[in-house]
């Protein structure tokens, strides 16, 4: 934990410490329930005193809230990650160092998600971010559909909310084009986070890396705007739209978008309809 972890932390853990004298009577759902209460504690006591102090002007980096966010340790070390078909997540990629890739060199489907879960996070705005490229591998564009996207999740009891950024195909090599992408979004009180990156739609002959994840906190007053949600796109070439109808914040429909902040609904070509 952090030199300067706060009092109520420290006053936390100890509290927490005593309960682990008495584990040999717990049921497993006392049991599971303190695994849970550790967990919390443990992410309680890297965060900083001066966390309460950030604003969008002076915002606070909480980057150590996630673990090994460099990937110097290995791809496969805090991360958790699932994947169907290609290759991944490899440790030292050869051409940038540390990071993680998942790749597949034919025409074939590559879906992954690469992810951990944080805890303890103060209430208010945060911005994710990490360098992430995404190449057609050499293979045609108009042949491969599917983006990456960087995302958060945030779960309060059964209920979660989704924030996210797409990372569009490029026919760059990845090595050649790597982007910071951003996601900010809001976290409540008690909230678990689940931050990573992943594909949405099928990912045919991709090159897919990252790197370097950063946690930015601007505070519970923050002005910021949260992000939309990618994660639902399904390819790039499939999906289109068709038509889209205006409205002023006042539900008001208009002809053309206003001065100002417009609410834009708009009909796919997959039959979904997208409301921004």
Do not use: H
């Not at 934990?1 to 717990?26: F, G, H, P, Q």
């Not at 879960?117 to 108009?142: C, F």
């Not at 790039?236 to 609410?263: C, D, F, H, Q, R």
């Amino acid at each position: 934990y952090t030199e300067t972890a706060s009092i109520e932390a420290l006053e936390a853990y100890a509290a927490t410490s005593a309960k682990l004298e008495d584990v040999d009577n717990m049921t497993t759902e006392e049991i599971i329930a303190l695994t849970d209460e550790c967990n919390y504690v443990a992410a309680a006591l890297k965060l900083p005193s001066t966390v309460s102090e950030a604003t969008d002007e002076n915002p606070v980096d909480l980057t150590t809230m996630i673990v090994n966010a460099d990937f110097i340790e290995g791809a496969e070390v805090g991360w958790s990650y699932t994947k169907n078909g290609g290759n991944g997540p490899k440790y030292d990629n050869g051409y940038s160092g540390p990071g993680f890739e998942f790749w597949n060199g034919t025409v074939t489907n590559l879906a992954f998600d690469i992810y951990q879960t944080l805890s303890a996070l103060p209430e208010g705005k945060y911005t994710l971010a990490a360098d992430l490229a995404n190449s057609y591998n050499g293979q045609t564009p108009g042949t491969t559909g599917g983006r990456g996207v960087l995302y958060a999740t945030v779960i309060v009891g059964t209920d979660s909310t989704t924030y996210s950024v797409a990372v569009e195909p490029q026919t760059e090599d990845c090595t050649a084009k790597w982007n910071n992408y951003q996601v900010t979004f809001d976290v409540p009180a008690k909230a678990k986070v689940i931050v990573g990156t992943k594909s949405s739609g099928v990912m045919d002959a991709r090159w897919y890396m990252g790197d370097t994840f950063t946690l930015t906190y601007y505070g519970a007053q923050s002005a910021k705007e949260n992000s939309g949600d990618f994660t639902g796109i399904e390819s790039v070439e499939s999906v289109e739209v068709i038509s889209s109808t205006y409205y002023t914040l006042g539900g008001a429909k208009v002809s053309t978008p206003v001065k100002g902040i417009n609410i834009v609904k708009s009909v796919l070509s997959n039959g979904k309809v997208k409301v921004q």
